[in-house]
């Protein structure tokens, strides 16, 4: 990655900063934001703008540069100022890495306010897009190719009852996946899906996973249901090293690819 440059949306901490860090130590220049903000329908902490401060300075620490910027992906016209901020400041856009989510657990689709149902398609899905929508110009007019890599989930394929907008989501996105690698083909822009496990972040707490113990045992209660052993929550720098791989060149010909990283869990 010496000499390019990747943006990553929710990178305050969990995945996002793993992947932060990963792409620099392989050499690349890093454009790290984040909402940093609370949201209407969570029960997980807000990430804060300390932490994304913290991503900037291990960034640094490995001899990249950094940019950090406490923007919200539904935010279009913010993120088309951050990607006029990146053009001048680092001239390119490489890799692509849209990370950002959050995870709500309600009883059932039916008793889910629609509301929540909003906030969780707003940023899953259309902040995606909106991400995507403000950086593949830039991505295009560096005239190198490149990578997108949409962080999904195994939720895009394997239903949990008591989410049903993140369910829907994050099977939304695999379709924004294929219809830009499509149209991005042509400028040698390679669109991919990472699809995660459970991942030990912050997205999991303040109750979500006793909400869906609740709500629905027999798919949080009866074991880690994956084929690799041990705690089913996987650091989030097994991602980063999927995701470093999928944006390097030794990836060159994978594109419209789902690249599960989940101990098997989506074929269990
Ligand atoms: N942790 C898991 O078990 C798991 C499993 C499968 C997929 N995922 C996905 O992985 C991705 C990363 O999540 P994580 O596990 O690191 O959790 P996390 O909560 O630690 O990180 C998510 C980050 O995204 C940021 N964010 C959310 N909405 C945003 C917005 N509108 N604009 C900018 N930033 C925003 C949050 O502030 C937070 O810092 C998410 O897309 C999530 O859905 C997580």
């Known amino acids: 990655m010496d000499?390019?440059?990747a943006v990553i949306s929710g990178a305050a901490r969990g995945q996002g900063r793993a992947h932060a860090i990963k792409l620099a130590a392989e050499?690349?220049?890093?454009v790290a934001f984040d909402?940093?903000?609370?949201?209407?329908?969570?029960r997980a902490p807000a990430a804060t703008f300390e932490e994304l401060t913290t991503t900037g300075d291990e960034v640094r620490a490995l001899g990249r540069r950094?940019?950090?910027?406490r923007c919200d992906a539904?935010?279009?016209?913010?993120?088309?100022g951050l990607a006029e901020t990146v053009a001048a400041e680092f001239g390119r856009v490489d890799a692509l890495v849209v990370n950002h989510g959050?995870?709500?657990v309600d009883r059932n689709s039916w008793d889910l306010p629609e509301a929540s149902w909003q906030e969780s398609i707003d940023v899953l899905l259309t902040g995606a897009w909106k991400v995507a929508k403000a950086f593949v110009p830039y991505m295009i007019r560096s005239g190198n190719g490149g990578s997108i890599v949409f962080t999904s989930s195994v939720n895009a394929v394997v239903p949990q009852p008591s989410a049903v907008a993140y369910c829907a989501a994050k099977g939304g996105l695999q379709m924004l996946m294929k219809v830009l690698a499509h149209e991005l083909g042509p400028y040698d822009i390679r669109v991919n899906t990472v699809n995660p496990g459970r991942v030990d972040t912050a997205i999991l707490e303040g109750g979500n996973i006793e909400a869906s113990m609740e709500y629905h045992p027999y798919v949080f209660g009866e074991g880690p249901r994956t084929l690799l052993g041990g705690d089913p929550r996987r650091s989030p720098e097994v991602i980063a090293d999927a995701v470093a791989?999928?944006?390097s060149d030794e990836a060159k010909y994978v594109t419209g690819a789902l690249i599960p990283v989940d101990s098997g869990r989506m074929i269990w």
């Open 3 to 5: 000499g390019k440059v």
């Open 27 to 30: 050499g690349a220049d890093i």
């Open 35 to 42: 909402i940093c903000d609370e949201f209407g329908y969570t």
């Open 66 to 69: 950094c940019i950090t910027e």
């Open 74 to 80: 539904r935010d279009l016209a913010a993120l088309t």
């Open 102 to 104: 959050i995870w709500t």
């Open 245 to 247: 791989w999928m944006v």
